[in-house]
């Protein structure tokens, strides 16, 4: 069974740079051609996709968080990274981490099927 | 503002029926697959539909999942207080080169 964790601080200060990691076990993160990927959501708001990384390293990340946002992999610790710079109140949410399947060709098929607990990540002074 | 549109909530006595409506554009349902979530509260998202009308392992067929133009509908039958929660719709954007979500949409059964 696939298990996904969450990790970091639990509060930033403003202008800061806000850190997450997510560890893998049940499964390689090297294996497969899995997008690996973070979802936040506001409290009492909806689910907004920040980015993902591929197996080989290849990236997308949302474009209203594009300039903020970095996604790496750690591959000897089977997890993957999270850094946002410059964080707001705004950015005060629950994060996520979950696996993607990504499939087809010209019509793509893209969901999450494992997803972490979830961490607050409150943005405060 | 979410790309997608989706009703805030939606209600129905237990043993009814009830549908969620999930709206995009050509950039994102009109050429691919849609996925649901069901997320009960205080909890992490978990997929209940992918691929339009494909429900993973232990997902009940009361659970359907359709697509038409640039629309989704998740259908559940046989309401079940245990249905209560908040569903997404999401898929792929081709403009954004981004995942995209629905704004959720709150199930009450009465």
């Known amino acids: 069974q696939v298990q996904l964790q969450e990790s970091g601080p639990g509060l930033v200060k403003p202008s800061q740079t806000l850190s997450l990691s997510c560890t893998i076990s049940?499964?390689?993160?090297?294996?497969?051609?899995?997008?690996w990927g973070w979802i936040r959501q506001p409290a009492g708001g909806g689910l907004e996709w920040i980015g993902r990384i591929h197996t080989s390293w290849a990236t997308n990340y949302n474009p209203s968080l594009k300039s903020r946002v970095m996604i790496s992999l750690d591959t000897s610790e089977n997890r993957f990274s999270l850094r946002l710079t410059s964080v707001t109140a705004a950015d005060t949410a629950v994060y996520y981490c979950?696996?993607?399947?990504?499939?087809?060709?010209?019509?793509?098929?893209?969901?999450?099927?494992?997803w972490g607990q979830g961490s607050l990540v409150t943005v405060s002074s | 503002q979410s790309v997608l549109t989706q009703p805030p909530s939606v209600s129905a006595a237990p043993g009814q029926k009830v549908t969620i409506s999930c709206s995009g554009s050509s950039s994102n349902i009109g050429n691919n697959y849609v996925s649901w979530y069901q997320q009960l509260p205080g909890t992490a998202p978990k997929v209940f539909m992918y691929e339009n009308d494909k429900r993973p392992s232990g997902i009940p067929d009361r659970f359907s999942g359709s697509k038409s133009g640039t629309s989704a509908t998740l259908g559940i039958t046989g309401l079940q207080t245990g249905d209560e929660a908040d569903y997404y719709c999401?898929?792929?954007?081709?403009?954004?080169?981004?995942?995209?979500f629905g704004g959720g949409t709150k199930l009450t059964v009465l």
């Open positions: 979950a696996r993607g399947i990504v499939e087809g060709g010209t019509k793509l098929s893209y969901y999450f099927d494992y």
């Open positions: 049940g499964d390689s993160i090297s294996s497969g051609s899995y997008y």
């Open positions: 999401g898929t792929w954007d081709n403009n954004l080169n981004a995942v995209v």
